[in-house]
């Protein structure tokens, strides 16, 4: 799921003739959270409303009265006040109006924009990731109408610009002490050298016998991950760290590279189709 924040200084339209919050409300689509911030302005006067803010809330409040729906979330600053630079009559409107969610419900507070526990940053997010696991994603005729819930659960899809970017992240490799002539760049699949291990094998290794303990040769992680889940132990600079990048990259590619140099028998590497992209890993 991903959230896609409207704010109307930013997507709104600008247009002459009707009020302001008349264009702003016109071009607000149908949303599964409203997140509201205020600190110690109140703001300018909308119609019977003291601010544009304060209507927004009322119309966020009355759409869950029928829908359920959204999300209600607010957030006053509860930091340090300097008293030279407030605005009086703006502040005591703010403390009425958080006298008045008050009553409603409940709201939060925040100290800081960013960099501790209680900074609004830190706070909202933790409070989203909370949210998307209660709130189904809209189905994609209700964007811009009422909301709908899907009837069945979909498998996810994983778009094609997201697997982009994180195969460019997983790519990119920088070298200490490394020094490429221009316009050189080196990718992880120019250099990745497979991971190898003496477990995961069919039997423990208390249930085979001596002779065979000692012809087993090294198996590949990424064949492993094609038939089971794994877990990865080693020291610092063995490689985990390295594996997991080549199996996001493998992932978003949906296949394995090719190599000028082909690799010694048994060391290639394979891809087992069960994920949807080409590839076992999840």
């Not at 927004?56 to 607010?74: S, T, V």
């Not at 969610?101 to 830190?122: C, D, I, M, N, W």
């Not at 498998?155 to 050189?184: M, N």
Request: charged fraction near 25%; glycine fraction near 10%; proline fraction near 9%.
């Amino acid at each position: 799921m991903r959230l896609e924040l409207f704010k109307w200084e930013r997507n709104v339209v600008p247009q002459i003739g009707p009020p302001a919050q008349k264009v702003v409300d016109e071009q607000t689509p149908a949303c599964g959270i409203y997140l509201g911030i205020m600190a110690h302005r109140f703001g300018t006067p909308i119609g019977k409303h003291g601010s544009g803010t304060e209507k927004e809330f009322h119309d966020a409040l009355k759409k869950w009265g029928r829908l359920g729906e959204p999300w209600i979330l607010f957030y006053f600053d509860d930091g340090p006040v300097n008293p030279g630079r407030l605005d009086l009559k703006q502040y005591e409107r703010v403390r009425a109006f958080r006298d008045e969610l008050a009553a409603k419900g409940l709201y939060a507070t925040y100290q800081g924009v960013r960099g501790s526990p209680e900074a609004f940053f830190e706070k909202v997010e933790q409070h989203l990731r909370k949210i998307l696991l209660q709130i189904p994603p809209l189905e994609p005729e209700s964007r811009g109408g009422p909301l709908s819930r899907p009837a069945t659960a979909k498998r996810p899809v994983v778009p094609s610009a997201y697997r982009t970017w994180l195969q460019g992240q997983c790519a990119d490799i920088e070298f200490q002490g490394l020094r490429l002539k221009h316009g050189q760049a080196v990718r992880l699949n120019h250099v990745y050298v497979p991971l190898t291990t003496s477990a995961g094998g069919e039997e423990a290794p208390a249930q085979r016998p001596p002779q065979r303990l000692e012809r087993d040769k090294p198996r590949l992680l990424l064949d492993l991950l094609g038939r089971h889940s794994l877990y990865v132990s080693g020291a610092p600079g063995s490689g985990k760290s390295m594996f997991c990048r080549w199996v996001a990259w493998l992932a978003c590619t949906g296949a394995m590279p090719r190599h000028e140099v082909e690799a010694p028998e048994g060391y290639g590497g394979r891809m087992t189709p069960r994920c949807g992209i080409g590839c076992r890993c999840s």
